[in-house]
């Protein structure tokens, strides 16, 4: 793909050699002659760093004279627009493989393709232009919508609904029972699990990560939202539009998340706590049940608390070692003084 081409595309402004061919992307360190990569600088006006890439993207200001440059505000954001169209996904041909196994009673519209191994039960429903990987699973009565892609071992249990355009990664699995469980004298029983789960458009869902059914009502996940590898979202809980969860994200039963929340890797939310719109939890922090998270606040820690207040909090007891030693210097000089 030209220079030029992809500058149309991004949005950005091209300089240099407008028809050099552009064939892949690497890192700034790593690409060739042949290769886009892309440079941000914080600093502004910077100077681009030694690099064999044919083309950079950059930010507005930088400085870069005699290169090929496309300039965009965003040049992240612009790279990965341009790298989706260099190194699009293979096409699957359209079609059920002999190995799986579809219920007639399933409704599988055109363009479908269904892998080896997979399994379409009665009542299920699969949009125009979805892909159904090997060994994927899709329950009685699951919809699925169109442009989906299920990858291999990706399951939706019964009754659970998906948009258009979802991604589940290897090994995620959709509906399976909330934990709920009722004491009755010495034992546990199991509080029935009888609603589903509901994802909207353009959900991504990362490997091995576990949305449970609802208890009673369903669980949601509203549009846009992208959920890491290894996130687990309990019961009931309601996540709003565009939500981004990074890795071992934890979720009890009945946790709301409003719109655009971002929540760092190995953040624990307790059952009922809420978080507002916008908010950011950092990694490992922790939400206590029923507590809430103001909307567009930072936050960190567990407890979680505000970002300064818990930063302010860390450097007192960075502290501590410092004024332990001075402690032990006056105590010595009180001790020499009381003899006397």
């Known amino acids: 793909m030209k220079v030029r081409t992809i500058a149309e595309l991004v949005g950005g402004k091209a ?14 360190d790593r690409a060739g002659p042949g290769d886009l990569a892309f440079w941000e600088s914080r600093s502004g006006a910077a100077a681009l760093p030694d690099t064999a890439a044919g083309c950079v993207i950059v930010g507005p200001d930088a ?38 196994a579809v219920s007639r009673a399933a409704k599988i519209a055109e363009g479908v393709a269904v892998g080896p191994h997979a399994v379409i039960e009665s009542g299920a429903a699969v949009g125009r ?48 029972d909330g934990f709920g469980l009722v004491f009755e004298t010495d034992h546990y029983e199991k509080f029935p699990q009888i609603g589903a789960v509901v994802i909207g ?13 609802g208890a009673l009502d369903d669980t949601r996940i509203g549009a846009g939202t992208k959920l890491d590898n290894l996130v687990h979202i309990g019961h009931n809980c309601q996540i709003g539009k565009h939500v981004v969860m990074a890795a071992q994200v934890g979720l009890s039963g ?3 998340v409003e719109d655009y929340a971002v929540l760092g890797g190995q953040a624990g939310i307790g059952e009922g706590a809420r978080i507002g719109a916008r ?3 950092g990694g490992q922090g922790g939400l206590l049940p029923d507590k809430t998270l103001a909307k567009d606040g930072v936050y960190w820690g567990t407890p979680a608390r505000p970002l300064r207040e818990r930063l302010a909090a860390q450097a007192r007891v960075n502290r501590l070692p410092k004024l332990q030693e001075q402690v032990k210097r006056l105590r010595s000089r009180l001790d020499a003084l009381e003899k006397k």
């Open 15 to 28: 300089e240099g050699d407008l028809d050099r061919e552009m064939t892949s992307g690497r890192a700034l």
């Open 63 to 100: 400085v870069a004279p005699g290169r090929t440059l496309i300039r965009a505000r965003r040049p992240r954001n612009a790279f990965a627009r341009a790298l989706r169209a260099l190194r699009p996904e293979p096409p699957t041909a359209p079609g059920i493989h002999a190995g799986a």
């Open 129 to 176: 232009g979805t892909v159904i990987g090997p060994g994927a699973f899709l329950g009685a009565g699951a919809q699925v919508g169109e442009d989906c892609r299920l990858h291999a071992g990706a399951r939706v249990s019964g009754g659970c609904r998906i948009g258009d355009r979802v991604v589940l990664h290897a090994g995620a699995c959709i509906g399976a």
């Open 201 to 213: 458009d353009d959900v991504e869902i990362g490997a091995n990560s576990c949305v449970d059914r």
């Open 254 to 256: 009945g946790v709301t």
């Open 279 to 281: 908010a950011q939890l």
